[in-house]
């Protein structure tokens, strides 16, 4: 670390690499958000009253040019999360370290932060300025980020060729004038024009038609490895995250249920609510239909979750020392589950044949 | 699946050559051009497609849920022998509701947040029923133990607000289902709730459709759950059902090239990593301005000069599978290799194990 330190005081480009490739691009320590509700006057006066809580202690890591894709359904505090790392909100608590350094702190003040972190939200035409034309759009960025005006909207005209929107036609034009998908396109193309390290992608193609998201996937693969990106993938759909992610993390409620590589988390989900998650997938098999619903009823409130495991309400699995303690993330094998069943001595029934399995293997 | 006996009974819903054109804009909108149309009773219909393919307006078409005076609808719609485009304003009161009634994608919309649930579903039953109000509360009840809501005597007096997505749209099949009625309208029904929700609410409307005999028109964009619940597939494209038959045979055996395409287009199950998808270039055409030809000549794989010329009829594939397209011997060809790809990489697969 005081390496580090000492780079920085003889100004090289903040950029560079720490601690090689192995060194992950972002920690997140412990990060908390709740939300407030109003509260009564009596309320104010005590100091108490109901707290959303929207993220509650989550800590995950992202590798330099991986895509780390989150999955989980409203209310699990995925969209809070990614509005957390971009510092669009506040954090309750806890730290995010990017490239070594930790965020809003003296060697990474937010604004430069930012320009490392670029986010492409889903509703494409709310997140774009209607009175400016798509080219302006995509050249303001550098600019506020001290890039000269003529250089900026040659980096704009690039970027929409990129994205296969000819500048020539669209350069000009209003994002009223252009389909939900070359709206994406363009929103893609804006958070690529500061030259960021790490793209926050927040149910980017949810809202597109299967036919353009294939379109805007195929092209969200080719800019990574052409510009080297890290992606952060939010999404509600299983397959896409799956298609898509090198690792994939499971959430619920405002915790981390389950991390892990892509393949081996949807070929054997360890988390009782990842097998129910995947299992609620439609099979696209007209002779295998779904004949029972894996869970009963809706996620629970974050409001007042539920006390101990956060999904003991709705598992299949859920013993009495379930409501009572809190499982915490445990690794095994590039793996984490925050599941009692995987953690040795946790006082559920299944932890010890699981700790068995585990010794014979 | 006892479609081919049902058939034999006149369909409760047909639709002929159904034109929808919207005046309200610079230029008129053709949204619906020529659809045709027939659910059996007990049977239920997916009709698939993007958005701006024509499926919402098709379906709200069945309900006449358009604005009269900016709307063009031609054609003919009979549902349960009721001619709809012809009924009076308190005549179609009467058939909404009774004979058809509709379920929505966003409930919190669709119902009325100043009265409790109960009330609603009340006010609907004694609207078209001479019975007290005791009396239809009780229905209520029942509607909502059929709907499986948990302490259903509680919920009926919750605001629609109160209640959790997944509750809501249980709420709103209950009041689609006060009067008894025969055909079910479904648009996007679990489009907006989660995917362990989702397939709660599909696994309902398959049970609801078998114990009520409901004919069902499922409007949707997601094949997956189309396939949970359909017992046939229209799949729909620029105005027009381009491709329509029983779902095993649609699913496994699509033969227009849009079809065909969406299904390739899916990131689906274990995907080789780093694998292309296969995109439809191009986007949908616009409806102020249609082609003569094909609408989906200018983004197919298989386009020939004859395309461009004039609007394919249907083709018959038989056992009801028909398609709308010249080249349905291109795409035959072309499920066929896939297939056979997809057994070699099997064996392949199989091999190196």
């Given at each position: 670390m005081s390496i580090g330190i000492s780079i920085e005081h003889i100004g090289v480009a903040a950029d560079s690499d720490r601690g090689g490739p192995a060194q992950p691009l972002l920690t997140v320590n412990g990060l908390v958000k709740h939300f407030d509700l109003k509260k009564g006057f009596v309320d104010t006066v005590m100091g108490r009253g109901k707290v959303v809580r929207a993220v509650d202690g989550v800590d995950f890591r992202i590798l330099k040019g991986e895509t780390l894709g989150v999955v989980g359904e409203s209310g699990c505090g995925k969209s809070t999360t990614a509005r957390l790392l971009m510092h669009l909100i506040d954090p309750s608590a806890g730290e995010i370290v990017f490239n070594g350094e930790t965020v809003g702190s003296p060697a990474l003040p937010l604004r430069e932060y930012r320009r490392q972190v670029q986010m492409v939200f889903q509703d494409s035409y709310s997140s774009l300025n209607p009175r400016l034309t798509i080219q302006d759009s995509i050249a303001f960025g550098p600019q506020v980020h001290g890039v000269p005006k003529q250089e900026a909207i040659t980096r704009a005209r690039n970027l929409l060729e990129r994205v296969g929107l000819e500048p020539r036609r669209f350069a000009g034009r209003y994002p009223h004038e252009l389909s939900g998908g070359q709206r994406q396109r363009v929103n893609i193309a804006r958070a690529l024009a500061c030259e960021p390290r790490l793209v926050i992608l927040d149910e980017a193609v949810s809202a597109l038609d299967k036919s353009v998201e294939a379109q805007v996937l195929n092209l969200l693969m080719d800019l990574k490895e052409e510009f080297g990106l890290t992606y952060l993938f939010i999404s509600h759909d299983l397959h896409v995250a799956r298609y898509i992610s090198d690792r994939v993390m499971v959430m619920y409620l405002g915790k981390v249920a389950e991390t892990g590589p892509a393949e081996a988390l949807f070929e054997q989900p360890l988390h009782p609510y990842t097998r129910a998650l995947l299992s609620s997938m439609p099979s696209m098999d007209p002779d295998r239909r779904?004949?029972?619903?894996?869970?009963?009823?809706?996620?629970?409130?974050?409001?007042d979750p539920p006390p101990g495991c956060r999904f003991h309400t709705r598992c299949p699995l859920a013993e009495a020392v379930c409501s009572q303690r809190a499982p915490s993330l445990k690794t095994r094998q590039r793996r984490e589950t925050a599941c009692l069943i995987h953690e040795p001595g946790s006082g559920h029934s299944h932890a010890a044949a699981v700790a068995a399995a585990v010794h014979a293997s | 699946m006892n479609t081919a006996s049902r058939a034999?009974?006149?369909?409760?819903v047909s639709v002929r050559d159904l034109r929808v054109t919207f005046n309200g804009g610079k230029k008129p909108v053709s949204a619906v051009n020529g659809v045709d149309l027939s659910v059996a009773r007990g049977e239920t219909v997916a009709l698939i497609g993007e958005s701006g393919s024509g499926k919402s307006v098709t379906l709200r078409s069945l309900l006449r849920l358009h604005p009269e005076r900016r709307t063009r609808i031609e054609g003919r719609i009979e549902v349960a022998g009721e001619d709809v485009l012809a009924l009076g304003s308190r005549a179609l009161a009467d058939y909404r509701g009774r004979v058809a009634s509709m379920i929505f994608q966003e409930p919190l919309l669709a119902l009325?947040?100043?009265?409790?649930v109960g009330q609603q579903i009340v006010e609907s039953i004694r609207r078209h029923e001479r019975i007290s109000p005791a009396e239809a509360r009780k229905r209520a009840l029942e509607l909502f133990e059929r709907v499986r809501i948990p302490s259903p005597e509680r919920r009926l007096d919750a605001y629609p607000h109160e209640m959790s997505g997944g509750m809501r749209q249980r709420a709103m099949i209950a009041l689609a289902l006060a009067c008894r009625p025969q055909v079910l309208l479904a648009d996007e029904p679990t489009t907006a709730l989660d995917a362990t929700v989702q397939i709660q609410i599909l696994l309902l409307l398959r049970e609801l459709q078998r114990e009520l005999g409901l004919a069902i028109v499922f409007v949707t964009h997601d094949m997956g759950a189309a396939v949970e619940v359909a017992d046939r597939f229209a799949v729909m494209y620029a105005g027009r059902i381009v491709e329509e038959g029983p779902t095993r045979e649609v699913i496994?055996?699509?033969?227009?090239p849009y079809t065909l395409a969406l299904m390739q287009a899916r990131a689906d199950g274990a995907m080789e990593k780093g694998a292309r998808l296969a995109s439809i270039p191009g986007a949908p055409p616009d409806l102020a301005q249609l082609p003569t030809g094909c609408a989906f000549a200018e983004r197919c794989t298989f386009v020939q000069p004859a395309c461009l010329q004039s609007r394919p009829e249907a083709v018959e594939l038989g056992g009801g599978h028909r398609a709308r397209c010249l080249r349905t011997d291109a795409t035959a060809q072309a499920v066929a290799q896939s297939a056979r790809a997809t057994a070699n990489t099997s064996i392949l697969l199989t091999e190196t194990a």
């Open positions: 779904t004949e029972e619903a894996a869970l009963a009823g809706d996620p629970p409130n974050p409001i | 034999d009974s006149a369909p409760i009325d947040p100043v009265y409790t496994r055996n699509p033969r227009h």
